[in-house]
């Protein structure tokens, strides 16, 4: 009972440690995003690696969910002869909740651990130890880019995963339930609402921020080597798989209060 005691005290104090770290760093990064000059060069360049090279895999996915979503919800609301229906429960789904956790599951997964590899990289060969020497600001010029550049990319991401979602949705309602196509888009127009767009779209600043900056972080804890940027980058992934979700409840929450 007393190691059981102390493993939670422990593990207490690693997680109070890290959340400490990790305020801390939001902290410098906000204060270093708002102060001029801003790099927009490396925020441009960032955003060309998070966003248009993942442009394919979240269209794929997105595509292939509406298709799923449409198969599941179709054959339920078959039997209570509210087949009509089927187009906006699908969008519904996509836009509030599917499409932007997925993106953000997606970019977390491939950008999340880019960002610990190449930051952790950097940690081992010291190259982040000679901008400090040199009076570089390695703030302004490695974590903020990053951070800004998933931040912005992934509401775009996002309005190309709804989009692809409605259309995977579409092509099964026509195929398999025999549904009009523009009877499904009109079903969608007259019953979805700009919020229910603008309530998903918001949510994925707030997930492209959490991704961004755990990824640094991870990237920036790096001391012992090169094994440990694998340990870390594996954290990176679950870690911000995790608090996309957590981040996913509490805003659906508040969103709800409007």
Not at 78 to 95: D, E, M, N, Q, S
Not at 104 to 113: E, M
Request: glycine content about 10%.
């Amino acid at each position: 009972m007393r190691a059981f005691i102390l493993y939670l005290d422990a593990t207490g104090r690693r997680m109070l440690y890290y959340l400490g770290d990790l305020g801390f760093l939001v902290g410098q990064t906000l204060r270093q995003a708002i102060i001029p000059p801003w790099p927009v060069k490396l925020i441009l360049i960032e955003m060309d690696v998070v966003g248009v090279k993942s442009i394919f895999i979240t269209a794929l996915s997105a595509l292939f969910i509406g298709m799923v979503m449409t198969l599941q919800t179709g054959y339920a609301m078959t039997r209570f002869g509210a087949k009509i229906y089927v187009g906006p429960a699908v969008a519904l789904t996509v836009l509030r909740e599917l499409g932007p956790v997925v993106t953000a599951l997606l970019v977390g997964g491939r950008v999340g651990s880019g960002m610990t590899a190449e930051l952790g990289a950097m940690r081992v060969t010291e190259q982040i130890d000679a901008l400090r020497a040199i009076g570089s600001n390695y703030l302004k010029k490695l974590i903020v880019p990053k951070v800004v550049a998933v931040t912005l990319v992934l509401p775009l991401l996002t309005v190309i995963a709804d989009g692809m979602g409605i259309l995977g949705g579409m092509l099964i309602a026509m195929v398999q339930f025999d549904i009009d196509p523009i009877l499904f888009l009109n079903a969608i127009v007259y019953n979805i609402t700009f919020y229910d767009i603008l309530s998903g779209i918001a949510k994925t600043f707030f997930f492209g921020f959490i991704i961004g900056i755990i990824g640094c972080h991870h990237g920036l804890s790096v001391q012992r080597g090169t094994e440990e940027i694998g340990r870390l980058t594996t954290s990176t992934v679950v870690g911000a798989s995790i608090a996309v979700l957590v981040a996913d409840f509490f805003l659906t929450k508040f969103f709800f209060l409007f």
